[in-house]
């Protein structure tokens, strides 16, 4: 009798050890999972209007505009220059690949700027869009204007080709809607 108990404990131990080896994989699934997943849940689609008009990147681009709006004279803060509420993108060519830079805005404010469709790949070849991007985007957002944007030396021609992009779909967001 006492062989059986042996091997009834032998028994208890695996499934012991088979329990706390479940655990630590189901653990494991949850954090790979809270970890990995994506951000992009509360986000709106994309339901914008697109141009079909691209920004490209050229090398005789002047690099001192900074894109315009219909108030230049009026501050950040009382501009009166209104929007059509919605979702703007304007694809940017960056070499052979495409990238989108996506405006939301509502009637009176600039909501948000930023890159969709953005690649590894685009982000290896190009690692200063990004970081260009949220620059731009944080002091258009802040000021609600393309004026007076201070571009680092060091990325002036991606600034460049940024702001254009952003300007082109301001400038789309401002249009009148059609009756």
């Given at each position: 009798m006492s062989a059986k108990t042996k091997?009834?404990?032998v028994k208890m131990r695996e499934l012991i050890y088979t329990a706390i080896f479940l655990a630590l994989i189901i653990l494991l699934i949850v954090l790979l999972v809270a970890m990995f997943s994506s951000d992009d849940a509360g986000e709106p689609e994309r339901a914008g209007k697109n141009t079909g008009q691209e920004a490209v990147l050229s090398e005789d681009a002047p690099a001192d505009e900074t894109g315009t709006e219909e108030n230049q004279t009026g501050s950040a803060r009382t501009q009166?220059?209104?929007y059509t509420a919605g979702v703007y993108t304007v694809p940017v060519t960056l070499g052979d690949s495409a990238v989108d830079v996506e405006v939301i805005v509502d009637e009176s404010r600039i909501?948000?700027?930023r890159l969709v469709n953005l690649s590894e790949s685009i982000t290896a070849m190009y690692p200063l869009v990004s970081p260009s991007l949220d620059e731009i985007a944080a002091q258009v957002c802040?000021?609600?204007s393309l004026e007076n944007i201070?571009?680092?030396e060091n990325n002036k021609?991606?600034?460049q080709l940024?702001?254009?992009a952003i300007a082109q779909?301001?400038?789309n967001a401002s249009k009148m809607p059609e009756t």
């Amino acid at each position: 009798m006492s062989a059986k108990t042996k091997i009834l404990v032998v028994k208890m131990r695996e499934l012991i050890y088979t329990a706390i080896f479940l655990a630590l994989i189901i653990l494991l699934i949850v954090l790979l999972v809270a970890m990995f997943s994506s951000d992009d849940a509360g986000e709106p689609e994309r339901a914008g209007k697109n141009t079909g008009q691209e920004a490209v990147l050229s090398e005789d681009a002047p690099a001192d505009e900074t894109g315009t709006e219909e108030n230049q004279t009026g501050s950040a803060r009382t501009q009166t220059a209104r929007y059509t509420a919605g979702v703007y993108t304007v694809p940017v060519t960056l070499g052979d690949s495409a990238v989108d830079v996506e405006v939301i805005v509502d009637e009176s404010r600039i909501n948000s700027i930023r890159l969709v469709n953005l690649s590894e790949s685009i982000t290896a070849m190009y690692p200063l869009v990004s970081p260009s991007l949220d620059e731009i985007a944080a002091q258009v957002c802040e000021r609600q204007s393309l004026e007076n944007i201070t571009c680092p030396e060091n990325n002036k021609y991606t600034s460049q080709l940024l702001l254009n992009a952003i300007a082109q779909a301001l400038q789309n967001a401002s249009k009148m809607p059609e009756t």
